[in-house]
């Protein structure tokens, strides 16, 4: 008897960690739910370089994409910032077919420590250990050029155009 329960808590215990990390897309999406376009757009956010950054869930952790990436990079946080000399490939982007790389236009994550990755093919969703959950359709035609959470919405600048998705999640805080 003994034996057996050790057994059955060995298998629970093993198996929380690998289910926690098995982050579908599906978890997230609402039904009914998809990209909306903002009649009162308010301000974009601008970014003064090709690279974009953001942060863990947990804030120790740095995440930077730019221009013709193969993969997110991750290091670790010095003080406010991250080092760049650091970070090492950690999310495989995936690409269009005969380009070896894409460009990342904006970064987010939420507070289940997914990463979201805003790019032409769309935005590129990772769970914390670096893996796609799955890839939102593009909102709109064109290049993305910002994307952040205002709460539990997704909201992603195409141009002067900002859409937004309601989520069962919210951005980091």
């Known amino acids: 008897m003994t034996r057996a329960l050790v057994a059955l808590a060995l298998v629970l215990g ?3 960690p690998a289910f926690a ?6 978890q997230i999406l609402i039904d009914g739910e998809g ?3 903002v009649d009162k757009a308010g301000v974009k956010p601008q970014s003064k370089s090709a690279l974009h950054a953001t942060v863990s869930a947990d804030g120790g952790t ?4 730019g221009p013709d990436q193969q ?5 670790p946080l010095d003080g406010k910032t991250a080092n760049l000399a650091r970070t090492a490939p950690y999310a495989p982007l995936r690409t269009r077919r005969s380009e070896k790389g894409i460009d990342v236009t904006g970064l987010t994550t939420d507070r289940d ?3 979201y990755a805003a790019t032409d ?4 969703v990772f769970d914390p250990t670096g893996r796609l959950c799955g890839v939102l359709t593009p ?16 909201t992603l600048w195409i141009g002067d155009t900002k859409y937004a998705r309601k989520l069962r999640t919210e951005g980091v805080k």
Do not use: N
């Not at 993969?71 to 290091?75: I, Q, R």
């Open 14 to 16: 093993a198996s929380a």
């Open 21 to 26: 990390q098995d982050m579908p897309l599906s």
């Open 35 to 37: 990209w909306m376009k």
């Open 62 to 65: 740095a995440f930077v994409g």
């Open 71 to 75: 993969f997110l990079l991750a290091g």
């Open 113 to 115: 420590g997914r990463i």
């Open 121 to 124: 093919i769309g935005v590129q």
């Open 139 to 154: 909102a709109a035609p064109g290049r993305p050029e910002a994307m952040t959470f205002e709460g539990d919405t997704l």
